[in-house]
Nanobody, 126 residues
């Protein structure tokens, strides 16, 4: 059973930075693609970006490209999301998720993920 726990959220001023972490339990983390999603109030959950199981490739939504960086440390079973140049529109609950297929790619849609964290709130004040 995979468990994912996000941390690192909080309140930050526009232009600031935060780093989110996602700690995973279980033995499949290092073999699975991972994704970050977010959900703003009143909006659907959206894909922020993903990383392959090896960490060799990443993908970002246009809204965060050039500002956010996804990385992972498979030895520590931890996924990261470095967020720079934050904007008020980045305010949301951020979720990490583990792809269902092992040794596969990350997925662009929620259906590709079988395990989710509880989310961590990021609030950007303008």
């Amino acid at each position: 059973q995979v468990q994912l726990v996000e941390s690192g959220g909080g309140l930050v001023q526009a232009g600031g930075s935060l780093r989110l972490s996602c700690a995973a339990s279980g033995r499949t983390f290092s073999h699975a693609g991972m994704g970050w999603f977010r959900q703003a109030p009143g909006k659907d959950r959206e894909f922020v970006g993903g990383i392959t199981w090896s960490g060799s490739n990443t993908y970002y939504a246009d809204s965060v490209k050039g500002r956010f960086t996804i990385s992972r440390d498979n030895a520590k079973n931890t996924l990261y999301l470095q967020m720079n140049s934050l904007k008020s529109e980045d305010t949301a609950v951020y979720y990490c998720a583990q792809a269902t297929d092992l040794f596969g790619n990350y997925g662009l849609t929620e259906e590709k993920y079988g395990a989710w964290g509880q989310g961590t709130q990021v609030t950007v004040s303008s």
